[in-house]
């Protein structure tokens, strides 16, 4: 007598084992006339005992399928574009800030009006009545001269009076500290990189308006119903598109969107297959999760053997091997490289570049003064 296995015999339990994985593809849904796809539809339509894949305590599977106790820690984050270096046009405006350039606006215009009053004040001493200025030019002298004094040029004008004398002197050494704070700040501005914000936070993904996306809509499932205004303004940005698709926008020159990946209790990402290299080095991860739940595991109703497997991932937790068992499906499924490249996105990761050599790029906004102020020039004369 010998033992075999007959070759339709074995070619029927692979059928079914193809079926079984194309079923399991997705997630799927439970519907109300008890049917069902993806994986969850296996469990309730008895091809399976148990699902357990990154499956949160979803409320309306709970209607018709029993849960376990809590597997991990899951939280949803994205990886979204890394920023960009800041336009050079607004270089000249970056040294100050708001606030600053809103004090110097005052301190000239105070400038100014000193130099219209003591101009006003000398001729009305030393001049007769025929002789003075009138209030326009005197005005013209004050913002001429503190124009000249801010950008360190001489005048041509004649004090007489030691009031004006005093006050020129004072413009100039007020003029003087300003320029050169200015000139120390524009210096480390130029040899040192200035970047954009990048959305890699919640609140900015939200105020950036940054389009994301992922492969399911089980992604978004667990806040689909959220009430929250911040809920809602991220799911108006997101948006559900096939690997395929997802692989042809990670691959564009310039990657735009945020891409969803799982972060994973113990210090590693769950990430798409159509993340390629490529693609992290324009992303950086956010700081924190849009949203976290604990996965869980379904199981039929009454099934019989929920206790001991509950007991089980207790026993599981409490001997460590949940630790374990990540940093072991990461070395065999995932690629370790990938998951460098991403933890080295994280703030207070990335190394420092340090000074860069200047190039024409860098001059661009100095450019478009000299160019409107030649214009404005030769309009004038």
């Not at 049917?35 to 990154?54: E, H, P, R, T």
């Not at 606030?99 to 101009?119: D, F, I, Y």
């Not at 004050?142 to 004094?149: A, D, E």
């Not at 924190?288 to 199981?299: C, E, N, W």
Request: hydrophobic share 45%; glycine share 6%.
């Amino acid at each position: 007598m010998t033992c075999g296995t007959n070759p339709r015999n074995t070619a029927s339990i692979q059928d079914a084992i193809d079926s079984l994985a194309a079923d399991a593809d997705d997630w799927g849904n439970v519907y109300p006339n008890i049917s069902g796809d993806g994986a969850l539809g296996m469990v309730i339509n008895q091809k399976a005992d148990i699902c357990i894949g990154a499956m949160y305590s979803w409320s309306e599977v709970y209607t018709y399928l029993d849960l376990s106790m809590y597997l991990v820690r899951s939280g949803i984050t994205c990886l979204v574009p890394a920023p960009l270096r800041q336009a050079s046009w607004y270089l000249p405006l970056e040294p100050f800030q708001e606030a600053l350039w809103a004090a110097v606006l005052v301190c000239l215009c105070m400038e100014t009006l000193g130099l219209v009053l003591g101009l006003r004040g000398e001729q009305a001493l030393y001049l007769a009545a025929s002789d003075r200025d009138g209030w326009w030019i005197c005005t013209k002298f004050g913002l001429s001269t503190t124009f000249k004094l801010f950008v360190s040029q001489s005048g041509s004008s004649k004090a007489s009076s030691l009031t004006v004398r005093v006050l020129l002197f004072a413009c100039f050494l007020n003029d003087l500290i300003i320029t050169s704070i200015y000139s120390g700040g524009l210096a480390s501005i130029l040899t040192i990189p200035s970047m954009e914000e990048a959305a890699d936070s919640v609140h900015r993904l939200r105020s950036h308006r940054l389009q994301w996306a992922a492969n399911s809509e089980a992604w978004v499932s667990a806040i689909r119903g959220s009430e929250e205004p911040m809920d809602q303004d991220l799911l108006n940005n997101f948006h559900i598109y096939s690997d395929d698709q997802l692989l042809q926008l990670a691959q564009e020159q310039r990657v735009r969107i945020g891409f969803t990946v799982e972060r994973l209790p113990f210090g590693h990402f769950a990430i798409g297959n159509y993340l390629v290299p490529q693609a992290i080095d324009q992303l950086v991860i956010m700081q924190d999760d849009i949203y976290f739940q604990y996965t869980v595991a379904f199981v039929p109703r009454l099934w019989p053997l929920l206790e001991q497997f509950n007991t089980l991932i207790y026993n599981w937790h409490s001997s460590g091997l949940d630790k374990y068992w990540e940093y072991r499906i990461i070395a065999d499924n995932l690629n370790l490289k990938t998951q460098q490249q991403v933890e080295e996105t994280m703030s207070g990761r990335k190394e420092d570049i340090g000074p860069v050599m200047l190039g024409m790029s860098n001059f661009a906004g100095f450019l478009i003064l000299w160019i409107l102020g030649s214009a404005v020039a030769i309009s004038v004369f």
